[in-house]
Each structure stands twice: as C-alpha cells, then as structure tokens.
C-alpha cells in the first residue's frame, strides 16, 4: 500500500494490473478485468456475451430464487428477463433438478450462485448446459478459491463475476472482479468498464508514465478516447488494486481461518441440530464460509424474528439469507410468486446467518454458541 501511496498514481495501473491476473491465475483463468463492485462484474459479464452471442430483450437467463438481489438485477440491467429456479434445502445453492423445467426457447444461460461459499453442482449444470446449447455465468460474489471437485469456483463458466466489496472474503473495499478464458469477452469487457472505449489490451502501456502507446494515434482519433460501444464507469483505483495484491497474498490465512471457524461453530451447535440446520456440504467441494447459515427447522418451537432479536440484543450481528423474490421491488415487477418456491420461501422465512469472519476470535464464536444455547434453553423451558 505504501508503494501504491507513494507512486502519486490514484487511477489505474501496475497494481491493478497485478491484481487482476493473481486473481484470474487463482481461478484457474487467462483474463481478469478488475471494475468497482460485483454487481458491475456481473452486469459486464451478460453485456459481452449479448453482444458476442446477438442475445435480445427476449433473452431468458435462469437465476437462483435465493441470492443476492445484485444477480438477477444484474440480468436486467443487460436488457434481458431472469427466469428463477426454486433452490436446494440443504445447500441453498440452485436445484439442478429443477433446471431443465425452466428452459424454453429463449433460454441463453444459466447463472449458478455459489451460495455462501458453497459451491454448486457444476457437473450437473455444464451437463444441461452443453445439452441445451446455454452459457454459464458464475456469481462468485461469496465463494473466492471455493472449490469443487478439485477445481476452484469461476473455472466452470464462459465468463464469471465476483465481488471484492469490504463484506466480502477477499476485499478492496470496493470492487469486483471478470473472469474468463475467453480473449473476445475479455476485450469486450475491459472496454465496457471503462465507457466503451477502444483500448482493450491486457497490458496497457499507459500504466506505465515512460512509455508512450504506439497505437493510440494509429486510429482516426486517439485510440484512448475512441469509443466503440456503449459503456460504463465501472473501473476502480491504483489503491484498491493495492489493497486486493495484499489479500491475495494473505489468501491462505483468511480461507482456512474462515474454515476454522466455521468448525467451531458447527462442533459447538451439533448438539441442537433438532432447532437449527446447520451448514451441510459434500465431501468433494470446500466450502470457503463467506458466512455461517442457519435455517430454522420448525417454525412452531421459535421464529426467526424471536431468535434472531434475542442475538441482536446480546451484540451478535444476524442477516435474513438473501430474500429475493419477497422483495418490494420485485413483487412490483413480477407479482406475488414466492408461493411457487417453496424452498426458497422457507429459508426466506426461517433462514438468517451470522459471522465467521477472519477476524473473530475464539471467545467471540464461543459466545455465539453460548447465546444461541441459552436462547433454546429458555424457550424450551418456557414449552
């Protein structure tokens, strides 16, 4: 960060640029386009493949009915319709099972969410997605270096987003990060970030203040401020690139102490399994624990609201699990159909999560423990 500091620069450059590939190379990928928040790396994603594939207004995108609401605005904000498909009860990610029922003939994609850090049942998604002929958009918002099946999140897809915002596992504060193998979309979404412009190389010279770019006077007007498409202000600084090398860098500490003390959690609450499901995975993913969801398994013992006023006021922080289709904004848009998931209406009802964050102590997730405990205890005793 001094370095950063020091340099004098603020708007993108080496560290940016370093940012970028470290996080593409650890997601198994050839491009990274670093732009200011998660939601814009989603957003990108669908404008390059609409204009690559000539996708139209008409164009359906199936979403998750549980995430966060940036996913499927995001498929709006690209002029296109998100189509939802209900979720799985265990592992909150989209049911695969489900999937197929949902495409007609103006499906283009299928956009998994890597709920919570859990990876989705890729196998199965790359499978309908190669039969239907559909691309794949990850939302790893949650879920940087999770892995399935030995290979990280983000490595499944034609193009991937992910956040960097300061609630994430790898932060700048704010950001978000493109991912993709694919040199077109990358060229179309380094443009798009930076309002359509036509300077799309990887490398840019430009970050460099001793070298002059060849091509820029190589097009009728200088090729830096030649715009070809219509495009956003989605870059972000020299500092936040900055800031995203150092927690790349201190990766390993903050995925496996996430772990750990979801661990913790999990040893701790196993004793009240009957109340409250905890987070459950399969053997062949790793889970990299954005957060700690809890589902309340039967309604009639407790609320959510009772429980989670009883955390609140003992200072331990909760959040609902992503409601979305119970939303203002989007009973306003597509009208009263959270009845037609039920799966997700139950989480949206029961489901809340608290923190496992890097930077809790041991004391503080034992106190967790000990609050959700004389939470039931109490309620038990008054039954």
Known sequence: MNMALDSGRLSPGPFVQKFEKKF?????????????????????????????????????????????????????????????????????????KLIEEKITENTVAIMPVHTFG????????????????????????EAHFAVYKGRPVASFSNIAGSSTYVAHTITTGIGGVITTDDTNLAEIARSLIAHGRACTCENCIAYNSKQVCKLRMQTEMDRRFMMIRLGYSYRIGELEGALGVAQLENKDFIINTRKANAK???????????????????????????MYPLVIK?????????????????????????PLLNQPIYKEIFGDIEKDYPVAQWINNNGFYVGCHHGLSKEELNMIIKTIHAFLENRIKDK
Request: hydrophobic content about 35%.
């Open 264 to 290: 913790i959690l999990t040893d701790g609450l196993k004793d009240v399994e009957q109340y409250l499901q905890l987070p459950y995975y399969p053997e062949y993913v790793e889970h990299s624990f954005m």
């Open 118 to 141: 859990q990876p989705c049942e890729m196998d199965s998604i790359v499978k309908i997605a190669t039969k239907y002929g559909l691309k794949i958009v990850e939302d790893c918002a």
């Open 298 to 322: 039967d309604d009639k013992a407790f609320t959510r609201n009772e429980i989670v006023k009883y955390l609140e006021q003992n200072n331990i922080e909760t959040r609902p699990m992503l």
């Open 24 to 96: 593409a190379e650890m997601h198994k990928q050839k491009y990274g386009i670093a732009c200011n928040s998660g939601t814009s790396s989603l957003h990108v994603a669908l404008e390059a493949l609409k204009e690559k594939y000539s996708w139209d207004q008409n164009s359906e995108v199936l979403v998750p009915a549980i995430t966060f609401i940036a996913t499927s605005n995001a498929v709006m904000h690209a002029g296109m319709k998100p189509v939802f498909v209900d979720v799985d009860s265990r592992t909150y990610n989209i049911d695969t």
